[in-house]
């Protein structure tokens, strides 16, 4: 393994077992962390972020969830494979999580002091005054008085609560802190600060980050690689600015595009059509093709191979090549009143377009 | 919190007068005349209606019901049992330890067996040992308690003759009763701590707790159970107020000289300051039960204490620049 790697998951798969049948959640996924490195995941709702992030916690609930193959590489040695008793040390000393909801990933019955005194006294041989003291300081680390120590989580708000997570998260100085859209529950004034606050606690302890999000806006402002999930694969993957300004993945340009410019005179949101695939029933090939207005014949033979089109950037799309073009012959247009026809006949049907036009499109954004 | 309970203590007065008021009424009702009870059929016409005139109980309806309100307020007199003349505030007290005593190693009883296995078979759902304890719990629900005192006795006192069948004169005839009730209302115990653990153990701070590296026993016992504990206690509290009411049948059944048979003997012969003292103490246990049980949610719950604590006087104000001051040292 490299020895600047932290993280490294080789071909992760997990299912859930459901009355419905089997919900393919996180399907051969491969990703590397560098120490000290940010990664952003990014995805719409289900595209299997957190299943994710509890695999590599090794917390996929289960049942119904079960891990089924793949490796996850951590300090030279595999999370997989680790023991329960070992796998709790990993947990909350060298891996930490910060869950979505603050308002009930806290013990209500507890005062927070405690449940991050907890914490550290689980991995560290601290008495009881001793982890007190360190919870005192954790807390005023993310700017609660530590007069609060021993309140309980409902005299808090919403964002003091997330701050009391992230605390509880941080107390043991983890190498990895995993946050799991530790903004979505929050809104937008106490957003940024809890951002500014985990961006600025990771720099201090020199810990790595994946931020789990589906708000590009987040990523953009605390990530230095980003990562786009789509039906339980990774579908491009590179730099912050491969990614915002390079986008190849049909997928990731409709992420994109959807969102509304601050000075354009948009009327209308501009929604990728469509909605993500059954995870039970996921399309054969790419999983993306039923809503892609590229989408060939092609792509419903096989689940495309990931293409670095770039120096590490990495897109899972047969339209592109080497060159991180699209190839002739396999594009729509990219225009909006067409979309949605598109997505209709191009099952069919290729439509042509010329790439150098695509190449401005993509280009412009 | 003393203010809560001290107004609860307060609100037990209307309660116990309706009590008194409801069964006093109920028991004037019931036809049978007291000095007749008390001479016994052979005295004479005159000797009863003599004995009526001098105890009061001829008097209006109104005035023997204010009279007898009055001697309990002011004397802590509930009147004297027609059938041994004995005040009947001794009776009751006479009767009510073995009632207590019952009550308690019965709840014990039910506690120990309830929660163990509720939380045995919420945290292995679907296991085989969930179905077989929630199978025997769904037979100890259905299971009325005295067939199955009768059963118990018959195994263990006629057949094994382990334990004596009736009576109250050492500790092993303390063995059978608690168990057949304990194990009676252990069993919807069991089933409520299980639902309740099976709520608790999918919520999300479960989840923040395992992510801490906290054991998994920790993770259930520390951070599950006190959560999972309100319904719990709703259950246990009612169970034992019922169970200070005297479990009628199970004294019978094993023939302790409780509360419970003291009140039924009461009402065969017609013992109307028995059956009336009676009742009311029971209404105050249940009451006082009741207290406790709500007093000890705030003890659970800190959500529930300060709920109680919110009457005029709140919680100093949280200062709200503690954000402003944060954004200082951040962009220190």
């Not at chain 1, 809104?187 to 600060?193: F, G, K, N, P, S």
């Not at chain 2, 969930?130 to 006795?153: E, I, N, Q, R």
């Not at chain 2, 109250?168 to 009730?181: D, E, Q, R």
């Not at chain 2, 705030?298 to 503690?322: A, L």
């Amino acid at each position: 393994m490299n020895e600047n790697k932290l993280l490294e998951i080789k071909n992760l798969t997990i299912q859930y077992k459901t009355d419905n049948g089997l919900v393919h959640a996180v399907n051969d996924l491969s990703l590397s962390l560098k120490k000290g490195e940010s990664l952003g995941l990014v995805g719409e709702t289900g595209a299997g972020k957190t299943t994710t992030a509890l695999g590599i916690m090794n917390l996929v609930p289960d049942p119904p969830g079960i891990i089924i193959g793949g490796e996850i590489q951590f300090e030279g040695s595999d999370l997989l494979k680790l023991s329960k008793q070992n796998m709790r040390k990993v947990r909350g000393e060298k891996i930490s999580m910060v869950f979505q909801d603050p308002m009930t990933s806290l013990n209500p019955v507890m005062t927070v002091g405690k449940q991050i005194a907890e914490s550290v006294r689980i991995h560290e041989t601290l008495s009881r005054k001793e982890a007190e003291q360190r919870a005192v300081d954790v807390l005023e680390m993310v700017g609660i008085p530590g007069e609060r120590f021993n309140e309980y989580p409902h005299q808090f708000s919403g964002g003091m609560r997330q701050r009391v997570v992230i605390a509880i998260a941080l107390a043991c100085r983890p190498d990895l802190l995993i946050a799991d859209e530790p903004t979505t529950a929050l809104d937008v004034t106490i957003q940024a600060q809890v951002l500014d606050l985990i961006a600025n606690l990771k720099k201090e302890q020199q810990s790595s980050l994946i931020m789990i999000t589906h708000d590009l806006g987040v990523v953009a402002e605390v990530c230095e690689k980003v990562a786009i999930m789509y039906a339980g694969r990774l579908i491009e993957y590179g730099t912050l600015d491969d990614i915002y300004n390079h986008t190849r993945h049909p997928y990731s340009i409709g992420l994109f595009s959807s969102i509304p410019s601050i000075d354009g005179d948009e009327e209308r949101l501009r929604p990728i059509p469509g909605l993500m695939p059954d995870p039970i029933n996921l399309p054969k090939g790419c999983s993306f093709w039923p809503r892609c207005n590229r989408a060939t014949e092609n792509c419903k033979r096989a689940v495309p191979a990931l293409i670095e089109s770039d120096p590490d950037h990495w897109v899972r799309c047969i339209h592109i090549d080497k060159a991180g073009f699209f190839e002739k012959n396999a594009v729509s247009k990219k225009t909006d009143t067409s979309r949605n026809e598109s997505i209709t006949h191009t099952k069919d049907t290729d439509v042509e377009i010329d790439s150098s036009k695509l190449e401005e499109s993509l280009a412009s954004g | 919190m003393l203010k809560y309970i001290g107004k609860r203590f307060l609100l037990m007065i209307p309660v116990l007068l309706g009590v008194i008021i409801f069964v006093f009424t109920i028991m004037y009702l019931t036809p049978g005349n007291p000095a007749r009870i008390m001479l016994g059929p052979n005295a004479s016409e005159e000797a009863v209606q003599q004995l009526l005139e001098e105890k009061g109980f001829d008097r209006p309806y109104f005035v023997q019901l204010t009279d007898y309100i009055k001697n309990i307020v002011l004397r802590g007199d509930f009147g004297e049992s027609f059938q041994t003349g004995e005040p009947v505030l001794k009776e009751i007290l006479e009767r009510f330890p073995t009632t207590l005593r019952l009550a308690t190693l019965s709840v014990t009883v039910s506690l120990v067996f309830g929660l163990t296995f509720g939380i045995i078979s919420a945290t292995r759902q679907y296991s085989i040992l969930d179905k077989v304890t929630t199978s025997f719990a769904l037979l100890g629900v259905s299971m009325p308690s005295f067939w199955a005192g009768l059963m118990a006795t018959i195994l263990f006192s006629s057949i094994l003759g382990w334990l004596p069948a009736s009576g109250s004169y050492g500790w092993k005839y303390w063995i059978l009763p608690p168990l057949v009730l304990g194990l009676h209302s252990a069993a919807s115990i069991m089933r409520m701590t299980r639902s309740s653990m099976l709520e608790v153990i999918r919520q999300d701070y479960i989840r923040t707790a395992r992510a801490k590296g906290q054991t998994e026993s920790k993770v259930i016992i520390v951070h599950a159970l006190r959560n999972a504990l309100i319904p719990v206690v709703t259950v246990v509290g009612m169970q034992f107020g019922i169970l200070l009411g005297g479990s009628i049948l199970i004294e019978s059944v094993f023939a302790l000289p409780g509360l419970g048979r003291l009140i039924i003997g009461s009402i065969g012969k017609r013992d109307r300051m028995v059956v009336q003292g009676g009742v009311l103490f029971l209404a105050l246990a249940f009451s006082l039960v009741n207290l406790l049980v709500d007093i000890l949610y705030s003890f659970i719950d800190p959500r529930i204490k300060s709920q109680y604590q919110v009457t005029g006087k709140r919680r100093k104000e949280v200062p709200n620049n503690v954000d402003n001051k944060l954004e200082k040292q951040e962009s220190n």
